[in-house]
């Protein structure tokens, strides 16, 4: 991946995805890079005609063609049909994967990439990063803190993020039993801290185990808050305002997001509700010191904040000769 200067910036695609995660990494990467971009549909197995739609939207671009970035990954599986794509753009396409998980036999035209973003691989065409990319900025951040200042400074101090995940594709242990005992450690420290708890799901949440953990809250000073009737900016200045978090380690995008900020992380890990990648992936968090096993007892402590989309933002754009963004 030895640096290649352009004038023109580079036309950049985001393989459009089901899985929110998946598609909110492959965006705040885009985002990030500052070249503006573009969603493109997945490939849905009629390979000339996804093919040929590409290369017509590509031309429409005109003579002085820019060269071409496309961002894909993990979710729905299209790793052979976008690894194709090289054949169609003359040397100009440089293909990135964002590998939020990789199963242990991983995919052999991975090979094919120029970049492949994992938190649990390393060497060749892979960078290894901590967590997985996301959409916050420090910017973003700040600017969010400031709009819902007034909100949050009226509650009690310290304030607690929970942040709930659920239910996996491989892991379905996020059950009325497991939330009971998730709110159990949390009640134990918040009682031990004072402030308030904030708690916040995912579209993953089981119904009745959310129910389960907002009952073994009460007694507590604390607030809900449904992630289908909030903003991005509210949920954001929450990641601002926070104090310490706990989050459920089903979620390497919350776990990520949380990291970012700098605070205290007490990351669920439990193997009855988590993935042996999960496991993993936050367990790197933790040796990078990002991050501690949630238990009934918390003890303060500071690290530097992990920037797994601003690493991959620096590789890209060496690639690209660091063009100016407008």
Not at 18 to 42: F, V
Not at 154 to 159: G, H, N, Q, R, V
Not at 220 to 247: G, K, M, N, P, R
């Amino acid at each position: 991946m030895t640096a290649t200067p352009n004038k023109i910036p580079p036309l950049v695609w985001v393989v459009d995805s089901e899985y929110t995660g998946e598609l909110h990494a492959r965006i705040g990467l885009a985002e990030r890079l500052g070249y503006g971009y573009e969603l493109i549909p997945i490939p849905d197995g009629d390979t000339q005609r996804y093919q040929k739609n590409l290369q017509t939207r590509y031309r429409q671009q005109g003579e002085n063609q820019p060269p071409l970035l496309v961002i894909s990954g993990t979710g729905e599986e299209t790793t052979a049909e976008i690894a194709d794509l090289r054949e169609l753009f003359n040397g100009q396409l440089f293909n990135v994967y964002l590998a939020s998980i990789l199963p242990d036999e991983r995919h052999p035209r991975l090979a094919e990439y120029d970049l492949v973003a994992s938190p649990q691989l390393s060497g060749g065409n892979i960078v290894t990063i901590p967590g997985v990319p996301h959409q916050l900025t420090r910017e973003g951040l700040a600017a969010a803190y400031q709009q819902y200042e007034n909100y949050f400074n009226a509650l009690p101090k310290p304030i607690i993020a929970l942040l709930v995940g659920g239910n996996t594709r491989y892991c379905n242990g996020f059950t009325e039993d497991h939330a009971r005992q998730f709110a159990g450690r949390v009640y134990k420290i918040s009682t031990t801290l004072g402030g308030c708890v904030l708690v916040s799901n995912s579209r993953r949440t089981p119904p009745d185990a959310l129910t389960a953990l907002l009952t073994g809250l009460a007694g507590l000073t604390h607030y809900f808050f449904d992630w289908q009737q909030i903003e991005s900016h509210f949920y954001h200045a929450l990641l601002a305002h926070a104090d310490v978090f706990v989050v459920s380690g089903d979620s390497l995008s919350m776990c990520s997001e949380a990291a970012f900020t700098g605070k205290p992380l007490l990351v669920d890990l439990s193997s009855s509700a988590t993935e042996c990648y999960h496991r993993d992936i936050v367990g790197r968090l933790i040796d990078y010191g990002a991050a501690r096993l949630l238990t009934d007892k918390f003890e303060p402590w500071s690290y530097i904040p992990p920037d797994p989309t601003g690493k991959l933002v620096d590789v890209i754009q060496k690639h690209f000769g660091n063009i100016c963004q407008s």
